[in-house]
C-alpha cells in the first residue's frame, strides 16, 4: 500500500501520525508542504477526496488567519484557497492519503483507519493517551 504524508515536522501531531505509519510498516511518501507549497488543483483535490471544505481544513491557531482575517465566517471559500496557497501553514495537517482514503489525521489515532495493519502496541498518541495496547489492540 502506497502511503502519503502532507507534514510539517515542526507539529507534534504530524509528527506521530508519521511514526505511526512507519511503526506499522510503511515507507510514506512524505511531503513537507509548508516547503514545497500548494497548487489550488492539488487542495482541490485532497478536500475533494477527505470530505472537507477549505473552512474546514484551516488551520485557525499558530496560523496567520485571524491577522488575514480569515476567522470570519462570510469569507468565501476561494478566499480561504487563495490564502492557503499564499500561506500554506493555513492548511491543517497531517492530510494523509492511502488506498482506503484521504484524511486529515487531528487526533492522530484517526491514521489507524487508513491503514491495512496496525503497528505493535503499546502506542500513545503525542498527549500520551494510549491508542493500542500491548496486545495490538486499538483502545481509540
Same mark, same amino acid.
Given at each position: 500500500? /502506497? ?9 507534534g501531531t504530524s ?18 508542504? #509548508?516547503?514545497?507549497?500548494?497548487? $489550488? ?8 477526496? %477527505? ?5 474546514? +481544513? ?6 496567520? +488567519?485571524?491577522? =488575514?482575517? #480569515? =476567522? /470570519? ?6 478566499? =480561504?484557497?487563495? %490564502? ?5 501553514? =493555513? ?21 489507524? /483507519?487508513?491503514?491495512?495493519? #496496525? ?7 503525542? /498527549? ?5 495496547? %500491548?496486545?495490538? $489492540?486499538?483502545? +481509540?
Amino acid at each position: 500500500m /502506497d502511503v502519503v504524508i502532507h507534514h510539517n515536522p515542526d507539529c507534534g501531531t504530524s509528527r506521530n501520525v508519521l511514526s505511526i505509519i512507519e511503526k506499522a510498516g510503511y515507507r510514506p511518501t512524505v511531503i513537507e508542504y #509548508l516547503k514545497e507549497g500548494w497548487t $489550488r488543483p492539488q487542495l482541490l483535490a485532497l478536500f475533494a477526496a %477527505a470530505g472537507l471544505t477549505p473552512r474546514e +481544513a484551516l488551520r485557525t491557531t499558530k496560523s496567520p +488567519a485571524e491577522e =488575514l482575517g #480569515l =476567522l /470570519d465566517p462570510e469569507v468565501s471559500d476561494e478566499k =480561504l484557497m487563495e %490564502a492557503m496557497i499564499a500561506h500554506p501553514v =493555513l492548511v491543517n495537517r497531517p492530510i494523509v492519503c492511502t488506498t482506503k482514503g484521504v484524511r486529515l489525521c487531528r487526533p492522530s489515532e484517526m491514521v489507524l /483507519d487508513l491503514l491495512d495493519h #496496525l503497528p505493535p502496541g503499546p502506542l500513545a498518541k503525542e /498527549d500520551g493517551e494510549l491508542i493500542i495496547d %500491548a496486545d495490538g $489492540r486499538r483502545v +481509540a
